[in-house]
Protein backbone atom coordinates (compact mmCIF):
# COMPACT_ATOMS: atom_id res chain seq x y z
CA UNK A 1 0.00 0.00 0.00
CA UNK A 2 1.82 2.96 -1.05
CA UNK A 3 0.32 5.30 1.11
CA UNK A 4 1.62 3.80 4.17
CA UNK A 5 5.10 4.80 2.71
CA UNK A 6 3.86 8.21 1.57
CA UNK A 7 2.89 8.93 5.12
CA UNK A 8 6.18 7.15 6.87
CA UNK A 9 7.94 9.90 4.75
CA UNK A 10 5.35 12.93 5.59
CA UNK A 11 5.65 11.88 9.02
CA UNK A 12 9.45 12.20 8.70
CA UNK A 13 9.82 15.40 7.37
CA UNK A 14 7.04 17.04 9.19
CA UNK A 15 8.90 15.44 12.66
CA UNK A 16 12.34 16.89 11.01
CA UNK A 17 10.90 20.28 10.17
CA UNK A 18 9.45 20.23 13.72
CA UNK A 19 12.59 19.32 15.16
CA UNK A 20 13.90 22.01 13.24
CA UNK A 21 11.64 25.02 13.53
CA UNK A 22 11.75 24.54 17.85
CA UNK A 23 16.25 24.54 17.28
CA UNK A 24 15.67 27.70 15.30
CA UNK A 25 13.34 29.37 17.82
CA UNK A 26 15.03 28.45 20.28
CA UNK A 27 17.89 29.73 18.99
CA UNK A 28 17.03 32.91 17.63
CA UNK A 29 15.32 33.95 20.92
CA UNK A 30 18.84 33.33 22.28
CA UNK A 31 20.29 35.16 19.52
CA UNK A 32 17.74 37.94 20.07
CA UNK A 33 17.83 38.36 24.01
CA UNK A 34 21.79 38.12 23.58
CA UNK A 35 22.38 40.49 21.05
CA UNK A 36 19.81 43.28 22.77
CA UNK A 37 21.62 42.81 26.32
CA UNK A 38 25.44 43.04 24.63
CA UNK A 39 23.86 46.17 22.65
CA UNK A 40 22.82 47.67 26.67
CA UNK A 41 25.50 46.60 28.30
CA UNK A 42 27.98 48.37 25.87
CA UNK A 43 25.82 51.61 27.10
CA UNK A 44 25.95 51.19 30.41
CA UNK A 45 29.52 51.21 30.01
CA UNK A 46 29.41 54.22 28.12
CA UNK A 47 27.52 56.10 30.48
CA UNK A 48 29.50 54.78 33.46
CA UNK A 49 32.52 55.87 31.64
CA UNK A 50 31.22 59.11 30.69
CA UNK A 51 29.85 59.67 33.90
CA UNK A 52 33.36 59.54 35.22
CA UNK A 53 35.00 61.67 32.73
CA UNK A 54 32.53 64.31 32.98
CA UNK A 55 32.40 64.02 36.97
CA UNK A 56 36.23 65.33 36.92
CA UNK A 57 35.36 68.59 34.64
CA UNK A 58 32.67 70.03 37.19
CA UNK A 59 33.63 73.94 38.13
CA UNK A 60 31.68 75.95 40.91
CA UNK A 61 31.31 79.11 38.46
CA UNK A 62 29.26 82.21 39.88
CA UNK A 63 27.93 80.34 43.21
CA UNK A 64 26.40 78.13 40.14
CA UNK A 65 28.21 74.48 38.94
CA UNK A 66 28.74 74.35 35.45
CA UNK A 67 30.75 72.00 32.80
CA UNK A 68 34.46 72.94 32.24
CA UNK A 69 34.30 75.15 29.21
CA UNK A 70 38.06 74.87 28.46
CA UNK A 71 37.03 71.20 27.20
CA UNK A 72 33.84 71.97 25.43
CA UNK A 73 35.76 70.47 22.25
CA UNK A 74 35.56 67.06 23.62
CA UNK A 75 32.58 67.87 25.30
CA UNK A 76 31.09 68.20 21.77
CA UNK A 77 31.91 64.38 20.98
CA UNK A 78 29.77 63.27 23.80
CA UNK A 79 26.97 65.61 22.22
CA UNK A 80 27.68 63.76 18.85
CA UNK A 81 27.53 60.75 20.29
CA UNK A 82 23.49 61.24 21.72
CA UNK A 83 24.04 61.42 24.78
CA UNK A 84 22.26 63.96 27.56
CA UNK A 85 24.16 64.74 30.30
CA UNK A 86 22.79 66.90 33.33
CA UNK A 87 23.89 68.61 36.43
CA UNK A 88 20.80 68.35 38.78
CA UNK A 89 21.29 69.73 42.69
CA UNK A 90 19.06 68.01 45.87
CA UNK A 91 16.22 70.19 45.21
CA UNK A 92 16.09 68.76 41.79
CA UNK A 93 16.34 71.76 39.79
CA UNK A 94 18.62 71.27 36.50
CA UNK A 95 22.05 73.63 36.70
CA UNK A 96 23.38 72.81 33.41
CA UNK A 97 22.66 70.23 30.61
CA UNK A 98 24.50 69.35 27.26
CA UNK A 99 23.54 67.37 24.20
CA UNK A 100 20.82 67.13 21.29
CA UNK A 101 18.17 65.51 23.16
CA UNK A 102 18.50 68.13 26.13
CA UNK A 103 14.82 69.49 26.33
CA UNK A 104 13.54 65.40 26.99
CA UNK A 105 12.40 65.06 30.30
CA UNK A 106 13.84 63.27 32.06
CA UNK A 107 13.26 62.34 35.51
CA UNK A 108 15.06 63.29 38.72
CA UNK A 109 17.44 61.22 40.16
CA UNK A 110 16.49 59.06 43.04
CA UNK A 111 19.31 56.89 43.58
CA UNK A 112 22.31 56.10 42.46
CA UNK A 113 22.45 52.87 39.32
CA UNK A 114 20.94 52.47 36.22
CA UNK A 115 17.79 52.34 35.39
CA UNK A 116 15.31 52.28 31.88
CA UNK A 117 12.61 54.72 31.53
CA UNK A 118 10.00 55.84 28.41
CA UNK A 119 10.24 59.57 27.71
CA UNK A 120 8.56 61.30 24.51
CA UNK A 121 8.19 57.90 22.93
CA UNK A 122 11.52 56.19 23.24
CA UNK A 123 12.93 54.20 25.70
CA UNK A 124 16.41 55.86 27.71
CA UNK A 125 18.79 54.29 29.56
CA UNK A 126 20.13 56.79 32.58
CA UNK A 127 23.11 56.45 34.78
CA UNK A 128 22.74 58.61 37.83
CA UNK A 129 25.47 59.18 40.15
CA UNK A 130 26.04 61.47 43.32
CA UNK A 131 29.39 63.93 43.00
CA UNK A 132 29.67 64.36 46.76
CA UNK A 133 32.26 67.17 46.65
CA UNK A 134 29.30 69.20 44.94
CA UNK A 135 26.84 67.45 46.48
CA UNK A 136 25.32 67.32 42.88
CA UNK A 137 23.39 64.12 40.68
CA UNK A 138 25.38 63.74 37.37
CA UNK A 139 23.18 62.34 35.08
CA UNK A 140 23.85 60.73 32.02
CA UNK A 141 21.47 58.98 29.39
CA UNK A 142 20.78 57.72 26.16
CA UNK A 143 18.36 56.90 24.02
CA UNK A 144 17.45 53.29 22.93
CA UNK A 145 16.44 54.05 19.61
CA UNK A 146 19.24 52.32 17.94
CA UNK A 147 19.39 49.87 20.31
CA UNK A 148 16.17 48.81 19.35
CA UNK A 149 16.32 49.28 15.94
CA UNK A 150 19.14 47.07 15.74
CA UNK A 151 17.74 44.00 17.60
CA UNK A 152 14.18 44.62 15.26
CA UNK A 153 16.30 44.82 12.33
CA UNK A 154 17.92 40.96 13.68
CA UNK A 155 14.26 39.68 14.72
CA UNK A 156 12.79 40.49 11.51
CA UNK A 157 15.91 38.93 10.12
CA UNK A 158 15.26 35.86 11.98
CA UNK A 159 11.87 35.47 11.46
CA UNK A 160 12.03 36.12 7.50
CA UNK A 161 15.16 33.30 7.02
CA UNK A 162 13.81 31.13 9.08
CA UNK A 163 11.00 30.00 7.55
CA UNK A 164 12.81 30.27 4.48
CA UNK A 165 15.58 27.55 5.39
CA UNK A 166 13.16 25.63 7.48
CA UNK A 167 11.10 25.02 4.36
CA UNK A 168 14.24 24.92 2.00
CA UNK A 169 15.82 22.41 4.35
CA UNK A 170 12.06 20.50 4.27
CA UNK A 171 12.56 19.80 0.78
CA UNK A 172 15.99 18.29 1.35
CA UNK A 173 14.92 16.02 4.32
CA UNK A 174 11.89 15.13 2.19
CA UNK A 175 14.20 13.96 -0.67
CA UNK A 176 15.97 11.85 2.00
CA UNK A 177 13.48 10.42 3.23
CA UNK A 178 11.89 9.35 -0.06
CA UNK A 179 15.37 8.06 -0.96
CA UNK A 180 15.68 6.20 2.08
CA UNK A 181 12.51 4.47 1.97
CA UNK A 182 12.53 3.55 -1.86
CA UNK A 183 14.23 0.61 -1.29
CA UNK A 184 11.13 -0.60 1.08
CA UNK A 185 8.96 -0.14 -2.19
CA UNK A 186 10.94 -2.93 -3.75
CA UNK A 187 10.36 -4.97 -0.63
CA UNK A 188 6.71 -4.13 -0.82
CA UNK A 189 6.31 -5.34 -4.48
CA UNK A 190 8.27 -8.55 -3.70
CA UNK A 191 6.78 -9.08 -0.55
CA UNK A 192 2.86 -8.88 -2.17
CA UNK A 193 4.33 -10.94 -5.09
CA UNK A 194 4.44 -13.95 -2.59
CA UNK A 195 1.57 -16.44 -2.90
CA UNK A 196 0.36 -18.50 0.00
CA UNK A 197 1.88 -21.64 -2.17
CA UNK A 198 4.82 -20.07 -3.63
CA UNK A 199 8.28 -19.01 -1.49
CA UNK A 200 10.78 -19.21 -4.35
CA UNK A 201 10.66 -15.18 -4.60
CA UNK A 202 13.83 -13.44 -2.94
CA UNK A 203 14.13 -9.40 -2.49
CA UNK A 204 17.63 -10.08 -3.56
CA UNK A 205 18.18 -6.70 -2.63
CA UNK A 206 21.81 -5.09 -4.07
CA UNK A 207 21.89 -1.80 -2.15
CA UNK A 208 23.96 -0.86 1.24
CA UNK A 209 23.67 -3.23 3.89
CA UNK A 210 22.30 -0.98 6.40
CA UNK A 211 18.91 -1.28 8.18
CA UNK A 212 17.27 -1.43 4.90
CA UNK A 213 19.96 -4.16 3.37
CA UNK A 214 19.20 -5.99 6.61
CA UNK A 215 15.35 -6.06 6.84
CA UNK A 216 15.74 -7.43 3.05
CA UNK A 217 18.29 -10.11 4.07
CA UNK A 218 16.31 -10.93 7.18
CA UNK A 219 13.29 -11.21 5.04
CA UNK A 220 14.86 -13.20 2.34
CA UNK A 221 16.22 -16.06 4.92
CA UNK A 222 12.87 -15.85 6.36
CA UNK A 223 11.79 -17.04 2.93
CA UNK A 224 14.31 -19.53 2.87
CA UNK A 225 13.21 -20.73 6.16
CA UNK A 226 9.75 -20.71 5.03
CA UNK A 227 10.18 -22.35 1.94
CA UNK A 228 12.02 -25.61 3.06
CA UNK A 229 9.26 -25.66 5.88
CA UNK A 230 6.33 -25.61 2.85
CA UNK A 231 8.47 -27.86 0.89
CA UNK A 232 8.83 -30.06 4.05
CA UNK A 233 5.19 -30.06 5.04
CA UNK A 234 4.24 -30.65 1.50
CA UNK A 235 6.79 -33.98 0.95
CA UNK A 236 5.41 -35.13 4.75
CA UNK A 237 1.89 -34.80 3.20
CA UNK A 238 2.79 -36.98 0.11
CA UNK A 239 4.49 -39.50 2.13
CA UNK A 240 1.98 -40.00 4.77
CA UNK A 241 -0.64 -40.44 2.00
CA UNK A 242 1.68 -42.58 0.27
CA UNK A 243 2.00 -44.96 3.92
CA UNK A 244 -1.57 -45.24 4.11
CA UNK A 245 -2.42 -46.10 0.60
CA UNK A 246 -0.13 -48.44 0.02
CA UNK A 247 -1.88 -50.87 3.18
CA UNK A 248 -4.96 -50.08 2.48
CA UNK A 249 -4.63 -51.01 -1.29
CA UNK A 250 -3.27 -54.27 0.28
CA UNK A 251 -6.15 -54.67 2.33
CA UNK A 252 -8.76 -53.89 -0.79
CA UNK A 253 -7.14 -56.41 -2.87
CA UNK A 254 -7.54 -59.17 -0.49
CA UNK A 255 -10.69 -58.54 0.30
CA UNK A 256 -11.59 -58.00 -3.83
CA UNK A 257 -9.88 -61.50 -4.10
CA UNK A 258 -12.15 -63.70 -0.88
CA UNK A 259 -14.93 -61.77 -2.23
CA UNK A 260 -15.48 -62.52 -5.66
CA UNK A 261 -16.82 -66.22 -4.84
CA UNK A 262 -17.46 -68.54 -2.16
CA UNK A 263 -14.28 -69.77 0.15
CA UNK A 264 -13.48 -71.93 2.29
CA UNK A 265 -13.35 -71.31 6.20
CA UNK A 266 -9.65 -71.58 6.14
CA UNK A 267 -9.02 -69.26 3.00
CA UNK A 268 -11.30 -66.57 5.07
CA UNK A 269 -8.78 -66.95 8.07
CA UNK A 270 -6.21 -66.70 6.48
CA UNK A 271 -7.35 -63.70 4.39
CA UNK A 272 -8.30 -62.02 8.33
CA UNK A 273 -4.53 -62.64 9.10
CA UNK A 274 -2.93 -61.16 6.64
CA UNK A 275 -5.60 -58.24 7.22
CA UNK A 276 -4.98 -57.89 10.84
CA UNK A 277 -1.36 -58.05 9.75
CA UNK A 278 -1.96 -54.40 7.62
CA UNK A 279 -4.16 -53.27 10.23
CA UNK A 280 -1.16 -53.50 12.76
CA UNK A 281 0.83 -51.41 10.21
CA UNK A 282 -1.74 -48.58 9.98
CA UNK A 283 -2.25 -48.61 13.58
CA UNK A 284 1.85 -48.61 14.47
CA UNK A 285 2.20 -45.91 11.68
CA UNK A 286 -0.59 -43.65 13.11
CA UNK A 287 0.86 -44.08 16.42
CA UNK A 288 4.16 -42.97 15.40
CA UNK A 289 2.68 -39.86 13.89
CA UNK A 290 0.96 -39.32 16.75
CA UNK A 291 3.64 -39.49 18.61
CA UNK A 292 6.20 -37.65 16.81
CA UNK A 293 3.38 -35.03 15.87
CA UNK A 294 3.79 -34.67 20.69
CA UNK A 295 7.47 -34.62 20.64
CA UNK A 296 7.68 -31.72 18.59
CA UNK A 297 4.76 -29.84 20.13
CA UNK A 298 7.21 -30.88 23.63
CA UNK A 299 9.91 -29.24 22.23
CA UNK A 300 8.33 -26.27 21.19
CA UNK A 301 6.14 -25.71 24.22
CA UNK A 302 9.20 -27.11 26.18
CA UNK A 303 6.18 -28.38 28.90
CA UNK A 304 8.12 -31.75 29.12
CA UNK A 305 9.12 -32.76 32.82
CA UNK A 306 12.18 -34.29 33.17
CA UNK A 307 13.82 -36.44 35.97
CA UNK A 308 17.07 -37.92 36.35
CA UNK A 309 17.42 -41.19 34.36
CA UNK A 310 19.96 -43.90 35.14
CA UNK A 311 21.49 -44.65 30.95
CA UNK A 312 23.30 -47.03 32.41
CA UNK A 313 20.54 -49.17 33.93
CA UNK A 314 18.22 -48.21 31.33
CA UNK A 315 20.86 -49.58 28.89
CA UNK A 316 21.13 -52.64 30.77
CA UNK A 317 17.64 -53.57 30.50
CA UNK A 318 17.38 -53.32 27.10
CA UNK A 319 19.97 -55.44 26.16
CA UNK A 320 19.17 -58.30 28.23
CA UNK A 321 15.44 -58.08 26.77
CA UNK A 322 17.08 -58.40 23.09
CA UNK A 323 19.50 -60.78 23.99
CA UNK A 324 16.28 -63.01 25.43
CA UNK A 325 13.84 -61.57 22.42
CA UNK A 326 16.07 -61.63 19.31
CA UNK A 327 15.32 -63.84 16.44
CA UNK A 328 17.34 -67.85 17.53
CA UNK A 329 17.88 -68.03 13.40
CA UNK A 330 19.63 -64.81 12.85
CA UNK A 331 22.26 -66.12 15.50
CA UNK A 332 23.84 -62.52 16.59
CA UNK A 333 26.14 -61.49 18.75
CA UNK A 334 25.34 -58.65 20.82
CA UNK A 335 28.18 -56.96 23.49
CA UNK A 336 28.34 -54.16 25.63
CA UNK A 337 30.68 -51.99 27.47
CA UNK A 338 28.32 -49.73 29.71
CA UNK A 339 29.98 -47.69 32.57
CA UNK A 340 28.04 -47.29 35.29
CA UNK A 341 25.48 -44.79 36.87
CA UNK A 342 25.38 -42.11 33.88
CA UNK A 343 22.57 -39.93 34.66
CA UNK A 344 20.59 -38.23 32.21
CA UNK A 345 18.12 -35.35 33.42
CA UNK A 346 14.97 -36.94 30.58
CA UNK A 347 12.44 -39.06 30.49
CA UNK A 348 12.82 -42.50 30.92
CA UNK A 349 10.26 -43.86 28.13
CA UNK A 350 10.84 -41.35 25.68
CA UNK A 351 14.65 -42.69 26.22
CA UNK A 352 13.98 -46.29 26.51
CA UNK A 353 11.93 -44.93 22.62
CA UNK A 354 15.27 -43.46 21.66
CA UNK A 355 17.25 -46.63 22.22
CA UNK A 356 14.78 -49.30 21.42
CA UNK A 357 14.86 -47.99 18.06
CA UNK A 358 18.45 -48.06 17.78
CA UNK A 359 18.66 -51.44 18.80
CA UNK A 360 15.54 -52.99 16.90
CA UNK A 361 16.88 -51.06 13.73
CA UNK A 362 20.86 -52.93 14.67
CA UNK A 363 18.74 -56.63 14.74
CA UNK A 364 16.86 -55.40 11.77
CA UNK A 365 19.49 -54.57 9.02
CA UNK A 366 22.60 -56.77 10.90
CA UNK A 367 23.01 -60.19 8.71
CA UNK A 368 23.07 -63.63 10.53
CA UNK A 369 25.93 -64.51 12.39
CA UNK A 370 26.52 -60.77 13.06
CA UNK A 371 27.28 -58.65 15.79
CA UNK A 372 26.00 -55.40 17.85
CA UNK A 373 28.15 -53.62 20.40
CA UNK A 374 27.01 -51.01 22.71
CA UNK A 375 29.50 -48.78 23.92
CA UNK A 376 29.33 -45.85 26.23
CA UNK A 377 31.73 -43.07 27.08
CA UNK A 378 31.53 -39.55 29.24
CA UNK A 379 33.30 -36.73 27.69
CA UNK A 380 33.58 -32.85 29.00
CA UNK A 381 30.03 -33.33 30.33
CA UNK A 382 28.80 -35.34 27.67
CA UNK A 383 27.48 -39.02 27.73
CA UNK A 384 28.35 -40.13 24.39
CA UNK A 385 26.67 -44.05 23.66
CA UNK A 386 27.76 -45.87 20.59
CA UNK A 387 25.59 -48.44 18.58
CA UNK A 388 27.58 -50.23 16.35
CA UNK A 389 26.03 -53.24 14.15
CA UNK A 390 28.01 -55.39 11.32
CA UNK A 391 26.13 -55.53 7.75
CA UNK A 392 26.57 -53.98 4.43
CA UNK A 393 26.10 -50.25 5.62
CA UNK A 394 24.70 -46.95 4.56
CA UNK A 395 25.74 -45.23 1.06
CA UNK A 396 27.46 -41.79 2.12
CA UNK A 397 24.72 -39.86 -0.12
CA UNK A 398 22.07 -41.70 2.08
CA UNK A 399 23.48 -40.96 5.61
CA UNK A 400 22.30 -36.50 5.74
CA UNK A 401 18.89 -37.83 5.09
CA UNK A 402 18.11 -40.66 7.15
CA UNK A 403 16.57 -38.91 9.97
CA UNK A 404 14.04 -37.73 7.73
CA UNK A 405 10.38 -38.73 8.10
CA UNK A 406 9.91 -41.86 5.81
CA UNK A 407 13.17 -42.15 4.44
CA UNK A 408 14.37 -45.81 3.67
CA UNK A 409 17.42 -46.48 2.10
CA UNK A 410 15.57 -49.28 0.11
CA UNK A 411 11.79 -49.19 0.65
CA UNK A 412 10.74 -52.67 -0.41
CA UNK A 413 13.25 -53.95 1.82
CA UNK A 414 12.79 -51.79 4.61
CA UNK A 415 8.94 -52.32 4.41
CA UNK A 416 9.22 -55.79 4.36
CA UNK A 417 10.94 -55.58 7.89
CA UNK A 418 8.13 -53.96 9.17
CA UNK A 419 9.06 -50.60 9.73
CA UNK A 420 7.24 -47.29 9.31
CA UNK A 421 10.38 -44.96 7.90
CA UNK A 422 9.70 -42.92 11.09
CA UNK A 423 11.93 -44.70 13.61
CA UNK A 424 15.21 -42.57 13.45
CA UNK A 425 13.08 -39.24 13.02
CA UNK A 426 11.32 -40.34 16.51
CA UNK A 427 14.72 -41.18 18.08
CA UNK A 428 16.12 -37.67 16.62
CA UNK A 429 13.44 -35.71 18.11
CA UNK A 430 13.60 -37.56 21.39
CA UNK A 431 17.61 -36.52 21.23
CA UNK A 432 16.79 -32.66 20.73
CA UNK A 433 14.28 -33.09 23.25
CA UNK A 434 16.77 -33.70 25.73
CA UNK A 435 19.05 -30.83 24.09
CA UNK A 436 21.86 -33.85 22.51
CA UNK A 437 22.64 -34.80 19.33
CA UNK A 438 22.39 -38.18 17.37
CA UNK A 439 24.68 -38.79 14.80
CA UNK A 440 25.43 -41.74 12.27
CA UNK A 441 28.29 -42.50 10.14
CA UNK A 442 29.12 -46.24 8.00
CA UNK A 443 31.41 -48.19 6.42
CA UNK A 444 30.21 -49.35 3.40
CA UNK A 445 30.29 -53.34 3.82
CA UNK A 446 31.19 -53.62 7.08
CA UNK A 447 29.17 -51.65 9.57
CA UNK A 448 26.82 -48.56 10.95
CA UNK A 449 27.48 -46.85 14.06
CA UNK A 450 24.48 -44.52 15.91
CA UNK A 451 26.21 -42.06 18.25
CA UNK A 452 23.63 -40.80 21.02
CA UNK A 453 25.34 -37.45 22.73
CA UNK A 454 23.30 -36.87 25.91
CA UNK A 455 24.50 -33.89 28.54
CA UNK A 456 25.35 -35.46 31.70
CA UNK A 457 23.24 -34.76 34.61
CA UNK A 458 25.61 -36.35 37.42
CA UNK A 459 28.15 -33.13 38.10
CA UNK A 460 30.75 -35.23 40.35
P1 LIG B 1 12.46 -48.12 9.43
O1 LIG B 1 11.23 -48.19 10.18
O2 LIG B 1 12.33 -48.30 7.97
O3 LIG B 1 13.57 -48.94 10.03
P2 LIG B 1 13.99 -45.93 10.43
O4 LIG B 1 13.67 -44.49 10.49
O5 LIG B 1 14.19 -46.63 11.71
O6 LIG B 1 12.87 -46.61 9.58
O7 LIG B 1 15.28 -46.09 9.56
C1 LIG B 1 15.39 -45.45 8.31
C2 LIG B 1 16.26 -46.22 7.34
O8 LIG B 1 17.61 -46.18 7.81
C3 LIG B 1 15.92 -47.67 7.29
O9 LIG B 1 14.95 -47.90 6.32
C4 LIG B 1 17.24 -48.33 6.92
O10 LIG B 1 17.38 -48.31 5.53
C5 LIG B 1 18.28 -47.39 7.51
N1 LIG B 1 18.84 -47.91 8.78
C6 LIG B 1 18.44 -47.60 10.00
N2 LIG B 1 19.18 -48.20 10.95
C7 LIG B 1 20.09 -48.94 10.28
C8 LIG B 1 21.16 -49.79 10.67
N3 LIG B 1 21.41 -50.02 11.96
N4 LIG B 1 21.90 -50.37 9.71
C9 LIG B 1 21.66 -50.13 8.41
N5 LIG B 1 20.66 -49.32 7.98
C10 LIG B 1 19.88 -48.74 8.88
Known sequence: MPHHKLTLRLRLTFWYMLGLSLTFGLFGSYL?????????????????????EIGGRILPKNQQLKFKETNLQELQDFIEA???????????????????????????????GFITISADNQNWRIYNRMISNHQVWLQVAQSLNRVNEASNHLLNLIILSCPLIIIF????????????????DQIIVTAESIKADDFTKRINYQGNFDEVGRLALTIDKMLDRLQSAFEYERRFTGNVSHELRTPLTVM????????NRDRSLVEYQNTLQDLEKEVHRLIRLTNDLLFLTRLEQEEIEQKCTFYPVNISN???????QLIELQPTAKNIKITSVIKPDLVVLGNGDYLTNLFLNLLDNGIKYTPDQGQISVKTTLQDQQIIIKIINTGEGIAQDHLPH???????????RSRLTG???LG????????HLHQGLITVSSELGKNTTFEVILPNANQD
Open 32 to 52: YFKFQSGLIQQIDTTLQVTNL
Open 82 to 112: GLVIRIINQQGQVLDHLGKDEKTILPIPQKV
Open 169 to 184: VGFGGWFLADRALAPI
Open 252 to 259: KGKIDVIL
Open 314 to 320: LLDVLLE
Open 402 to 412: LFERFYRVESA
Open 419 to 421: GTG
Open 424 to 431: LAIAQEIA
